[in-house]
């Protein structure tokens, strides 16, 4: 008898090297090595500086509150399970209601996540990036959405100094994902697994983000 095969397994990380985009003037990827394999050491070790925020990453209350939790007091329970892809791609500036109303029903997980890229510009910094507008995340609030999640860099506009959309969060208690890769996904339901590290002052935690499909 032919034994089911593992559920499908999508990656929806962005690489994290040397070359990876950050927001201006943060801090790049850079990794220096401690000790390699040889006369004086049995392994190789490494040491790395990095924003928090590179890559797939989560942003703590911390980021945008200076009252906030960190990263690693947050609790993980947003982090994991049942989440709708949504794509809205090519919307624009900002993603309003109409870009995603097409995907919203009664049964909406507590966890969405936004395509607005063809493909996801994992080697440079998009200043034209889309982002949520305040109002989209408050309806997604008012339906259940507990965590939001998107392929760009921000949910504000990349030269916004008020950030009203993480200031939604804030108010509302969402948890966000940020600069997902969504480029081969299809719209639908799946589970999501995007766990922060345990980083317990950081205002922000890369995340190995997977998408897994429902049964």
Same mark, same amino acid.
């Given at each position: 008898?032919?034994?089911?095969g ?6 929806i990380? !962005? ?10 003037g943060? !801090? ?6 401690? =000790? ?8 190789? @070790?490494?040491? %790395?500086?990095?924003? +928090? ?12 509150? &200076?009252?906030? =939790?960190?990263?690693g007091?947050?609790? %993980?329970?947003?982090?994991?399970? +049942? /989440? ?5 791609i090519? /919307? ?13 029903? !009664?049964?909406l997980?507590p966890? *969405?996540?936004l ?5 996801? #510009? *994992?080697?440079?910094?998009? $200043? ?5 507008a305040p109002?989209?995340? $408050?309806?997604?609030?008012? =339906?259940?959405?507990?965590? @939001? ?18 200031? *939604? %969060? ?5 948890? @966000?994902?940020? &600069? ?6 299809? $719209?639908?339901?799946? $589970? ?9 002052? !950081?205002?922000?935690?890369p995340?190995?983000? *997977? %998408?897994?499909?429902? #049964?």
């Amino acid at each position: 008898m032919t034994q089911p095969g593992p559920p499908r397994l999508w990656d929806i990380s !962005a690489p994290v090297h040397a070359a990876s985009p950050v927001y201006p003037g943060d !801090a790049p990827y850079q990794q220096q090595w401690s =000790a390699t394999i040889g006369a004086d050491s049995a392994v190789n @070790v490494s040491r %790395l500086t990095l924003s +928090p925020h590179i890559g797939t990453h989560a942003d703590a209350p911390l980021h945008y509150d &200076n009252a906030g =939790a960190a990263i690693g007091t947050v609790a %993980l329970d947003a982090f994991i399970g +049942p /989440c709708r892809v949504i794509h809205a791609i090519g /919307c624009g500036p900002l993603v309003h209601w109409r870009h995603i109303a097409h995907a919203i029903s !009664a049964d909406l997980p507590p966890r *969405v996540l936004l395509r607005t890229y063809e493909h996801a #510009p *994992v080697d440079r910094w998009d $200043e034209h990036l889309s982002a949520f507008a305040p109002a989209t995340l $408050e309806r997604l609030a008012d =339906a259940g959405v507990r965590l @939001v999640g998107i392929d760009t860099a921000s949910i504000d506009p990349a030269d916004s100094q008020l950030l009203p959309s993480h200031q *939604v %969060l804030r108010r509302r208690g969402l948890r @966000v994902l940020e &600069n997902l890769v969504l480029d081969t996904v299809p $719209e639908g339901d799946y $589970e999501l697994i995007a766990l922060p590290l345990r980083l317990t002052t !950081a205002d922000a935690s890369p995340v190995r983000a *997977v %998408l897994r499909a429902l #049964p």
